[in-house]
């Protein structure tokens, strides 16, 4: 049998819980929830819990991975100071409704780690 480090045990244990719970919550309320449904959620929740460990995560190096997640401006930080835009105006924007940052369609990864890098207030999530 093979043993299994900490990390990737605390991870099924967190899985198997959350699997648990929602199964108890539907049977409880009736509602007819997929085992599949459970797990996949579970796994996700449990792999960004565990501090982001791909190694035993099954959407690991696919387009459905939590970890790949697209970056983006967080609006309740931003305070549109604009300084992403002036580093990185190949990636970033300013909303004319808004007066916040938004990261343009197709930007390139390196202009915008420059935009988050320059950003005083870590708006910027990648």
């Known amino acids: 049998?093979?043993?299994?480090?900490?990390?990737?045990?605390?991870?099924?244990?967190?899985?198997?819980?959350?699997?648990?719970?929602?199964?108890?919550?539907?049977?409880?309320?009736?509602?007819?929830?997929?085992?599949?449904?459970?797990?996949?959620?579970?796994?996700?929740?449990?792999?960004?819990?565990?501090?982001?460990?791909?190694?035993?995560c099954?959407?690991?190096?696919?387009?459905?991975?939590?970890a790949a997640a697209k970056p983006y401006v967080d609006a309740s930080k931003c305070i549109g100071c604009s300084k992403c835009v002036r580093v990185a105006p190949e990636a970033f924007e300013i909303n004319?409704?808004?007066?916040?940052a938004q990261i343009k369609p197709a930007a390139p990864p390196e202009a915008i780690a420059r935009g988050a890098k320059a950003c005083p207030v870590d708006a910027v999530v990648r």
């Open 96 to 100: 004319e409704q808004t007066g916040k």
């Open 58 to 66: 099954p959407y690991a190096g696919t387009d459905q991975c939590p």
């Open 1 to 56: 049998m093979t043993k299994l480090n900490t990390t990737t045990r605390t991870l099924l244990i967190a899985v198997l819980a959350v699997v648990v719970a929602a199964a108890a919550y539907a049977a409880l309320n009736g509602n007819a929830i997929s085992p599949v449904q459970n797990t996949e959620v579970a796994v996700e929740v449990a792999t960004a819990n565990a501090g982001g460990d791909c190694t035993s």
